[in-house]
């Protein structure tokens, strides 16, 4: 029967063998047997006796280590084999002989780092060597401390894990490298100050532009934080000197440069500044260093930046500076508070300008809304958004566009009267569009909005009665935004300026049929527009001489409506009419789009050649200053159906007018223009005063509301209360005079105790 048998290998006893804190660990016996199940085995017993060492063995073998040691120090070559010192290290170890050897490996090395110091304080060396041979000197004496310490540590890395790890006070070998450095060279006075200077010196040279070796200056402040000494030795200095250099390089540039160039610069010197802590400053000193740069660059001198530069910048629209400008400033403590004043006050200032100059009026809505769009532009691009700035340029535009009371108001209606005329090819209708919403974020800002509602009715008027609106999609679209910011009530008489025009149209298809039933069918084709008197603007009657047969029209269209509607007052409106008329010329027949005004003119020459002035007025009984303009339009403008004698621009007493046999035009349809009377001072005083008229009466009934339900209150709790129910402003003076004119009309009383105290009078 064959036996299993097998060999064992007595297990190596090695601190590279399983162990536990660096001490082998050796089994009692071993035991195996053959997996067929038999019942030899193999015992494995401890040595009876221990090998005893020679006497000398510990003496020669700590020779041949501090040979090595001392080699490795040199740099010249080991007569031993490393695998030899090492295991020489292992027995010394084995033997208890680690703190002897722990002691003297020390020694050995604190003498030879002792001996290093000489070379950086010897006399001739200390003051021959420029500051950056003596930190190569610095650096290669650190390099090869640092490979040597690594060499030693592998000879004697059993010692290192066994009895050093054991001890917890005792530090390794590599931190015991360390110690020594810092102890006997780094520690030095004379040595770290010039080490300092001389990274610091670098540095600075660095900071003016030329190039340094940054490799030198990682190793040596690695060496530093290595050491532990780089805070108290170097960093704390090295801020002082930032400070110092940075206080007085902005105090410089802040003279010398412009805002543009100045914050390329601060940005510029901040990345360095990054660059510098990735390339070989502690990761640490970023923040500190940062801080520092922005303090000196950008904190001290806020105000000056701003008050130097952010009106050039806002006024060329600088993008790419202000972008950087809300960047450096938003990382500096309190910086976008005083930027966000500063920009406020920007446009405050500027939008006062626009709005506060009477001779720019003409251009002053396109200015605020090209201005707007430039400021929301710098918002949203340079500012990213920031919803306080946003806020703020809204409070500043409410805050300067209300500082000039009603004008702005009025502009704005005049000029959307404009983009929805007839004739304005500015614009698309998407275009119209968007300028209308931009028109309603500057409407918004305005307190006075009743002021927009009286002009912009009066321009309504106009557009619809005349034809003359470009879309009625772009007035409804106008209409919808008015409503959905001012609720219905303000819109609720445009609206019935627009129900009245298509009523109208309804009762024209009615009267025309009416017409056709009629016995005596007239030749004139009359057009007739029913506008409800109180959504209309209020217009003066005019009474003129019209031809029998309108006048017989007018009446036949009033026995009409009339019995249609009974209870209603018609009153006719000839300032407001127009007419198309047939005329005969030498060239052929053409017809002619006139006013009434300039149809009553024109009948006149079926009855002769020649009219004075003064005859024409009588015949026709137009007002003096509206038939001047009706004659110049007739004989003085581009289709000149009258001849005028004498020649000239202007209609003077005893002009004489005859009709222009010889008038000749392209077109069939000629429009002729009413001269256009400017929209006088007078009537925009009038106009507003009808306003002013109108807010008196919504404080009286304001008043009268409030005290009816409250029965009793104090004149402070009424005029708040007022504030919160107008919609308009109004100075506590103008409260006061409304408060005493309903005193006197017995509407309320003050209590004769308290004349502060008012109570509402049933």
Wanted: charged share 30%.
């Amino acid at each position: 029967m064959a036996e299993d048998t097998r060999q064992i290998k007595k297990a190596s006893f090695s601190a590279l063998a399983e162990h536990s804190n660096g001490v082998t660990k050796t089994p009692a016996s071993a035991t195996m047997a053959s997996k067929s199940g038999a019942s030899k085995k193999l015992v494995i017993k401890n040595f009876k006796d221990r090998p005893k060492l020679t006497e000398t063995y510990t003496e020669d073998t700590w020779l041949k280590l501090r040979d090595a040691v001392g080699a490795i120090q040199n740099s010249t070559s080991i007569k031993y084999n490393l695998e030899e010192l090492y295991q020489a290290v292992e027995n010394l170890c084995s033997y208890k002989v680690s703190p002897m050897l722990y002691k003297q490996l020390r020694q050995v090395c604190e003498d030879h780092v002792q001996a290093q110091i000489h070379q950086f304080k010897e006399y001739p060396l200390l003051y021959s060597l420029d500051s950056l041979s003596f930190l190569k000197r610095m650096n290669r004496c650190w390099q090869d401390h640092c490979r040597q310490t690594i060499m030693i540590r592998s000879i004697f890395l059993f010692l290192d894990r066994t009895y050093v790890l054991q001890n917890s006070l005792l530090p390794s070998i590599w931190d015991t490298g360390l110690e020594l450095f810092r102890t006997h060279i780094v520690s030095d006075r004379i040595v770290q100050s010039r080490t300092v200077e001389g990274i610091l010196e670098q540095i600075e040279r660095e900071r003016n532009g030329e190039t340094v070796d940054r490799s030198l200056l990682r190793s040596l402040l690695g060496m530093l934080s290595d050491l532990q000494v780089y805070k108290e030795s170097f960093e704390q200095r090295f801020l002082v000197e930032t400070d110092r250099l940075y206080a007085a390089e902005g105090q410089r540039l802040m003279l010398e440069r412009d805002v543009p160039e100045y914050l390329h610069h601060v940005a510029r010197r901040l990345e360095e500044e990054n660059d510098r802590v990735i390339s070989y400053l502690d990761q640490s000193t970023q923040k500190p260093l940062i801080s520092t740069v922005e303090k000196q660059l950008l904190g001290e001198h806020m105000t000056a930046i701003l008050q130097k530069g952010l009106s050039t910048l806002l006024d060329e629209n600088r993008v790419t500076e202000l972008t950087l400008l809300y960047q450096l400033f938003s990382k500096v403590k309190g910086g976008l508070p005083v930027l966000l004043q500063f920009w406020r006050d920007y446009i405050k200032s500027f939008g006062g300008e626009i709005v506060g100059s009477p001779e720019k009026d003409k251009d002053m809505v396109q200015e605020l809304l090209d201005f707007k769009d430039k400021m929301d532009n710098v918002a949203h691009r340079c500012f990213q958004r920031n919803e306080t700035f946003i806020n703020a340029m809204k409070e500043a535009f409410e805050s300067f566009i209300n500082k000039r009371p009603n004008k702005p108001a009025e502009l704005i209606a005049k000029y959307v009267d404009s983009k929805l005329r007839a004739g304005n090819k500015e614009a698309t209708e998407e275009e119209l569009e968007r300028i209308l919403d931009k028109i309603m974020i500057i409407f918004r800002f305005i307190h006075g909005k009743d002021v927009f509602e009286a002009f912009y009715k009066k321009d309504l008027a106009k557009r619809l009665l005349v034809g003359k609106s470009a879309s009625v999609d772009a007035e409804k679209s106008m209409l919808s935004k008015l409503k959905h910011e001012c609720g219905a009530a303000f819109t609720s008489k445009l609206e019935g300026m627009f129900k009245d025009m298509e009523l109208s149209k309804d009762i024209m298809i009615q009267f025309k049929q009416y017409m056709q039933n009629q016995s005596e069918p007239s030749n004139i084709e009359l057009t007739v527009n029913i506008l409800t008197m109180g959504y209309w603007p209020t217009y003066t009657p005019m009474e003129v001489h019209l031809p029998s047969e309108m006048v017989k029209l007018q009446e036949v269209f009033k026995m009409f409506y009339l019995g249609k509607h009974s209870g209603r007052k018609l009153q006719w409106q000839p300032t407001l009419g127009h007419a198309v008329l047939k005329a005969e010329f030498k060239e052929g027949k053409k017809e002619l789009q006139v006013s009434l005004f300039q149809t009553l003119v024109l009948l006149m020459y079926n009855e002769g050649e020649e009219f004075t002035l003064e005859e024409i007025q009588t015949a026709t009984g137009i007002e003096e200053g509206e038939l001047r303009r009706t004659l110049q339009s007739l004989a003085c403008g581009k289709a000149r159906v009258l001849n005028k004698n004498p020649r000239g621009k202007d209609v003077e007493d005893g002009d004489r007018f005859n009709f222009n046999n010889d008038f000749k035009h392209k077109l069939f349809r000629i429009k002729i223009n009413q001269i256009q009377m400017k929209e006088t001072v007078e009537e925009q005083v009038s106009t507003t005063e009808r306003v002013f008229q109108d807010r008196q009466y919504q404080i009286d009934a304001a008043v009268v509301r409030i005290m009816k339900m409250r029965k009793t209150l104090s004149h402070n709790l009424l005029v708040s209360e007022l504030y919160n129910q107008l919609k308009f402003p109004v100075k506590p003076g103008d409260l006061k005079k409304r408060i005493e004119s309903l005193i006197d009309r017995d509407y309320m009383e003050r209590d004769k105790e308290s004349p502060n105290q008012y109570h509402y009078v049933a």
